[in-house]
């Protein structure tokens, strides 16, 4: 690098920071600039999400997002275990604490967030820990050599993995809840009873609706009393009660912070010139994201933005999708107290779609949810709700006619929740020569977070993961089979030859295509029967004409497609004629085995995954792109068919 470049000081190194690193090499910035990146923790950016995992690996290597080698073959200079403890602003200058002092000409703070620790006493004596860090989970796991009991301050999304790396350790394990439900700010009180149930069936004990008084240290361990007056005995205890920006070094230097703590930044992800912030520390709009996903996205904005291209945040969705206890859970979208509730229940799942003015806002849901990525893409969107999806959704818990595998999504679905990756990125992967689970997960990132889409990669990928046969298939099948042995038939029979004396079963017959009034009453039939034929891709594009069920639908397009050539039959008299009438006639007849050969492909999918119901799921795309094709040209070709015998 010649000259003085620019020097841009990244404050904080958890997974938003790494994210932000990553998007400068790709943009090329290290080739144009020095990037400084101050960490507090001795070691490079982890995998918190699956900080539980820790537990029983306990590998921190396992978790490593990069190693140490990476930044600095990419000419980044990681500084390790050395957090920035002082910002003066006048002179563009950071402190870290081993004494280092650097000036900066861009300065990014990505320092996430820290535990809240509730004001109870006793709640900072040794033994009590949070649960944010290895080191954390370090000491948890030395402290629980030597304890029998845990309590859980907490039951939301870090509480509950607290309580179950604690179960995994075989500590009897009971979590405390103040609000009266467990993830209270994400599910209401239907979904969190279904998880509850759950959550206790793995041995965990909850305490709902309580509040600890205070936390005192006593010969055989702590005692917990509780807003009640009840107490509790545990050996350990883990404060997990929620997180709070990290931003006490910009607040000393001044720079303005939300009441929540949070760093205030306009849609540039700027502070003030030269400032800027990521994460959980960054306030935008009003709202600190306590989730990876939105910082990942603040922090692809920002490296463009450095990267000196256009770029901004215009905010992020809330929407969580991923295995909490082992359990499903999704929260997707907002919604109201006056928002209207279409449930589903079962055994194993709890399921509610919120509606305002009849669309889609929000959904929430426990246990497995097959049409969880069209859900989100569907609130996304603010789809309506037709009266007969309600129905269904009540009585079976999907809005949708079947079952839909994840190849039946649309390319916008949501596969991967964390980082907002679609079906449509996972087929480019695929395209590209991505052709299993773990390459499709390489190449996009898929399922490198929460995992909880990593089934979902195995579908679209053809693993073996079983497929429910598609209802009225054989119908459609037998439509199908009919319609293609016709097609053969009309395309290769020859009308025969006779003397016009001789009189026969076909010379009756013959006056169909050769009388006028015959002819016409058939062409204007075999015009009427194609147009119905064509609902299928009405129904298909037009959400207010979509009446009844689709299987039922394309059914019916193939029983039209059979009519069709049957009406072909009388108005031609298996004559191709010849110029237009006999390109009409091919093209005709090419657009109707397409059809065929479609259909009997979508039947054979109910096959399964292996044999003939993998290779017609893998043909179908491409024969009805041909079918569709081969249909274009049909109307102009019509039209001057009709002209030229009226006309003549």
Not at 287 to 308: C, I, N, T
Request: charged share 25%.
């Amino acid at each position: 690098m010649k000259g003085n470049p620019r020097t841009i000081v990244v404050v904080g190194h958890g997974m938003v920071g790494a994210r932000l690193c990553e998007r400068l090499v790709e943009h090329r910035v290290p080739a144009r600039a020095r990037v400084v990146i101050f960490a507090e923790e001795p070691r490079p950016a982890y995998d918190r999400v699956h900080l539980t995992s820790y537990v029983e690996h306990r590998s921190a290597e396992r978790l490593e997002l990069r190693p140490a080698s990476w930044y600095a073959e990419q000419g980044l200079e990681l500084c390790l275990g050395d957090p920035v403890v002082a910002l003066d602003r006048g002179r563009r200058e950071v402190a870290s604490r081993r004494g280092r002092r650097l000036r900066y000409d861009e300065l990014v703070f990505a320092t996430g967030s820290r535990p809240f620790v509730p004001p109870i006493p006793g709640a900072t004596q040794a033994g009590v820990f949070v649960y944010r860090t290895l080191d954390d989970l370090d000491a948890i796991l030395s402290r629980a050599r030597t304890a029998r009991r845990a309590a859980v301050i907490g039951g939301g999304l870090l509480g509950l993995e607290a309580a179950q790396a604690t179960r995994r350790l075989g500590l009897e394990t009971q979590v405390l809840e103040r609000a009266p439900f467990l993830m209270s700010q994400q599910l209401n009180e239907a979904a969190a009873r279904r998880l509850e149930a759950e959550v206790r069936a793995q041995g965990i004990t909850l305490r709902l609706g309580v509040q600890v008084a205070d936390i005192a240290r006593g010969a055989d361990g702590y005692r917990l009393r509780l807003g009640d007056g009840d107490e509790l005995a545990a050996d350990m205890v883990i404060l997990s009660a929620g997180i709070r920006p990290r931003t006490e070094v910009a607040r000393d230097a001044g720079l303005s912070c939300d009441a929540a703590g949070g760093l205030i930044v306009d849609d540039r992800l700027q502070v003030e010139p030269a400032v800027f912030a990521i994460g959980e520390c960054a306030s935008h709009r009003g709202r600190v994201y306590g989730l990876v996903a939105p910082g990942y996205d603040m922090a692809d904005v920002l490296a463009a933005r450095l990267a000196g291209r256009r770029a901004v945040f215009r905010g992020a969705s809330l929407s969580t999708r991923l295995k909490m206890a082992g359990v499903d859970v999704m929260a997707t979208g907002e919604y109201g107290a006056s928002a209207e509730v279409v449930e589903s229940r079962s055994e194993t799942h709890y399921r509610a779609l919120f509606l305002e003015r009849g669309r889609l806002a929000g959904a929430i849901g426990v246990g497995p949810w097959p049409e969880a990525g069209p859900i989100q893409s569907a609130v996304r969107r603010r789809d309506v709700l037709r009266p007969d999806q309600k129905r269904r959704f009540q009585r079976e818990g999907r809005v949708g006619e079947a079952p839909l595998s994840v190849c039946a999504w649309s390319d916008d679905a949501l596969v991967c929740n964390c980082l907002r990756i679609t079906k449509g990125a996972l087929r480019r992967a695929m395209d590209a020569g991505a052709c299993d689970p773990d390459q499709l997960s390489r190449q996009t990132g898929a399922a490198t977070l929460c995992g909880s889409c990593r089934p979902l990669l195995a579908d679209l990928a053809g693993a073996p993961r079983g497929v429910e046969p598609a209802p009225a298939w054989r119908g459609l099948l037998a439509a199908s089979v009919v319609a293609l042995a016709l097609a053969i038939v009309t395309a290769c029979a020859s009308p025969p030859a006779m003397a016009e004396s001789v009189e026969s079963w076909w010379r009756r017959v013959d006056v169909l295509w050769r009388d006028p009034v015959y002819k016409q009453a058939s062409g204007f039939s075999l015009l009427g029967v194609g147009a119905l034929g064509l609902l299928l891709s009405v129904r298909k594009r037009v959400k207010r004409l979509a009446r009844g069920p689709f299987t039922g639908w394309r059914t019916f397009h193939a029983v039209a497609g059979v009519a069709t050539l049957a009406a072909l039959f009388v108005h031609t008299g298996l004559r191709f004629g010849a110029h237009l009438n006999f390109g009409l006639m091919a093209l005709f007849l090419a657009m109707n085995a397409a059809g065929a050969l479609t259909g009997l492909a979508a039947a054979l999918e109910a096959r399964g995954d292996s044999g003939a119901g993998a290779t017609a799921r893998r043909c179908r795309p491409l024969l009805t792109s041909v079918h569709v094709y081969l249909s274009w040209p049909l109307p102009v070709l019509v039209l001057f068919h009709v002209l030229s015998v009226y006309l003549h």
